[in-house]
């Protein structure tokens, strides 16, 4: 089975400064998915940004960039430019890519952003 | 609506009783997903469908729990003799088909209290 492990349970960061996320996860799957996602104090999940393991490139979305390094199983997502909209808890997600149709994500028990004005 | 939507947003239960939570998935999506968030942990996969039937269901704690899509749209997941360890945020996504990766949206959850 696989696992997710995030071992940060808080971060804060001054606002307009980088911060990043760290997150490890175990498979034995080749070929997977990893995401994080945001979920705000309204508890919707809200997906920040995706990397498919068979790419080596390191995904990025405007101030969202993740370091993927397959190897050693990490996964860290860093915030540039933090804004006040981005507090809210950050969850690391695995997702198998072989299940066909199964898309079941597994997840990390979360980092909660503090933004400091 | 055009996202996933869930209710009741809050429900309070006492011990023993029966709950039934509803998704509405949005229009168009054959696949529907329900997860269990406990109190500081990330959410826990439940139950998976494909259309009508329940393909993945190995994430049920026990029998107590039990869901429905009968006509492949709208979800019901039933709660039986409930449980103050029952109590949790109870998150529904649902994602369209399609070859390849396609993306789960999720609604914003009913939180279940059980006193």
């Known amino acids: 089975a696989q696992t997710v492990t995030q071992s940060q349970p808080e971060m804060s960061v001054q606002e307009a400064e980088t911060v990043t996320l760290s997150c490890t996860y175990d498979t034995s799957e080749s070929d997977y998915y990893l995401f994080w996602y945001k979920q705000p104090p309204s508890r919707q999940m809200i997906l920040v940004i995706r990397q498919e393991a068979y790419k080596q490139q390191n995904a990025t979305e405007n101030r969202f960039s993740v370091n993927f390094q397959k190897a050693a199983k990490s996964f860290s997502l860093k915030i540039s430019d933090s804004q006040l909209g981005d507090a809210a808890m950050y969850f690391c997600a695995y997702r198998s890519a072989s299940n066909f149709g199964n898309e079941k994500l597994t997840f990390g028990t979360g980092t909660r952003l503090t933004i400091i004005p | 609506g055009a996202g996933v939507s869930q209710t009741p947003s809050n429900k309070v239960t006492e011990k023993g009783k029966y709950v039934e939570l509803r998704c509405d998935p949005i229009s168009g999506h054959t696949a529907l997903y329900w997860y269990r968030q406990s109190l500081g942990q990330g959410p826990e996969f439940l139950i998976y469908?494909?259309?009508?039937?329940?393909?993945?269901d190995s994430g049920l704690p026990n029998d107590r729990f039990f869901a429905v899509r009968p006509e492949g749209s709208v979800s019901t997941l039933k709660i039986q003799r409930t449980e103050r360890g029952d109590s949790a945020v109870y998150l529904c996504a649902s994602s369209p088909p399609g070859q390849g990766y396609t993306e789960a949206f999720f609604g914003q959850g009913t939180r279940l209290t059980v006193v």
């Open positions: 469908f494909q259309g009508t039937g329940a393909a993945d």
